[in-house]
């Protein structure tokens, strides 16, 4: 069974920064997703890590969002600058394995003064 875990999620003031983080127990990451649910608005996909090692925002957040993975490939970051009350949700990964997929539970960001 594969444990996914995001966790770094709190509450910032408009204009600050966070980083959230994920891990998939002892497994390498070799590919990942960034989503984010807000109330009552559908899950979004945000950010890619993939196979090959590329990585990619979606437009509407590049500039202030960056996904990254740590040197040992145990863990992805999700960097967040100039955080805005709209970017307020759940935060999620979604990660990749042998043609499976792995959801975690997700961690809450909120963003608000």
């Known amino acids: 069974q594969v444990q996914v875990a995001e966790s770094g999620g709190g509450l910032v003031e408009p204009g600050g920064s966070l980083t959230i983080s994920c891990a998939a127990g002892t497994y390498p990451i070799n590919a990942m997703d960034w989503y984010r649910q807000a109330p009552g608005k559908p899950r979004e996909l945000i950010a890619e890590l993939s196979y090959d090692g590329s990585t990619d925002v979606v437009d509407s957040l590049k500039g202030r969002f960056t996904i990254s993975r740590g040197n040992g490939k145990r863990t992805v970051y999700l960097q967040m600058t100039n955080l805005k009350p709209e970017d307020t949700a759940v935060y999620f990964c979604?990660?990749?394995?042998?043609?499976?997929?792995?959801w975690g539970q997700g961690t809450q960001v909120t963003v608000s003064s």
């Open positions: 979604k990660f990749y394995r042998w043609g499976s997929e792995y």
